[in-house]
């Protein structure tokens, strides 16, 4: 690893050379810029720059990062944010055609060609990422270090892409391989790094046996607002109701399975 001095010139010049941020959209979109909006862009950047300066304090090489585009009062029970990604440390060619290390962010967002109801990957920085913070925290799970080291296999190889499935649903049954969404992608990646397999019946076959979803009620689908009800599908309902995987789903999958090494919270100031 670089050290930490560079770690934060790299990330720096990261930030001064973004560009004009675009319109305001929640949740799992691309272009959700709520927290710039909200917050300053100015208090944004110096956001992401300390959120890169405290992943690297915990030496993180790949964690699982969440943020609320949403008011957190509009969500259900057990869920604490809408959108969740995985960051990396890892290398990056600046547009002087220089490689330095900064941490990145894997999404999957919402939108795919312009459809409420179709989703694409795509990687930018942590500044993207907290420039969608309507609630002013974030969180981050950082795996233990072996499961960091299998994330980062995945993650570089064609398993992370072959697991994404195109068809959104903003309430996706991770027990069912149907829809996806942002955490049932994590989720997915995770359980493939778990067992070292790119094999989609055995990865969702360990998600049922060992993951538990977090249970949603359908007052809640009132209460998110017709945008996001236009990406929401009862299709994989089952008896008990809609069902879903959360970032504090995910979270107490790893803690309860000893695969958690830390987790912390940071605030917009």
Same mark, same amino acid.
């Given at each position: ?105 894997? $999404?999957?967002?919402? &939108?795919?060609?312009? *459809? ?6 795509? =990687?930018?920085?942590? #500044? !993207?990422? +907290? ?95 017709? $945008?996001?009800?236009? &990406?929401?599908?009862? *299709? ?6 809609? =069902?879903?995987?959360? #970032? !504090?789903? +995910? ?19």
């Amino acid at each position: 690893m670089k050290s930490t001095l560079l770690r934060v010139h790299a990330i720096t010049l990261v930030l001064m050379v973004i560009g004009i941020v675009p319109v305001v959209h929640a949740g799992s979109s691309e272009d959700s810029v709520v927290g710039v909006e909200k917050y300053g862009d100015h208090a944004i950047r110096e956001f992401a720059l300390r959120v890169n300066d405290e992943l690297d304090q915990h030496k993180v090489n790949v964690a699982i990062i969440a943020r609320s585009g949403r008011p957190r009062g509009q969500l259900p029970d057990g869920v604490s944010y809408t959108h969740v990604a995985f960051v990396v440390f890892e290398p990056v060619q600046g547009s002087d055609g220089a490689t330095f290390h900064t941490y990145t962010v894997y $999404n999957l967002y919402q &939108g795919g060609n312009g *459809a409420a109801d179709r989703s694409y990957l795509k =990687q930018d920085l942590t #500044y !993207d990422f +907290v420039a969608g913070v309507l609630e002013k925290d974030i969180a981050v799970c950082v795996p233990h270090d072996e499961l960091q080291q299998r994330l980062i296999e995945v993650i570089r190889s064609p398993v992370y892409r072959q697991l994404h499935n195109t068809n959104y649903n903003l309430v996706t049954n991770p027990w069912v391989d149907r829809f996806d969404n942002c955490v049932t992608h994590t989720l997915k990646v995770i359980m493939a790094a778990i067992y070292r397999t790119d094999d989609r019946g055995r990865i969702y076959e360990n998600i049922r046996l060992y993951f538990k979803p977090t249970p949603i009620r359908l007052g809640f689908v009132k209460s998110f607002g017709s $945008n996001f009800v236009k &990406g929401l599908s009862y *299709a994989d309902k089952d008896r008990s109701g809609l =069902q879903t995987a959360s #970032y !504090d789903s +995910v979270k107490a999958f790893l803690a309860a399975n000893g695969l958690m090494k830390a987790e912390f919270k940071m605030a917009v100031n």
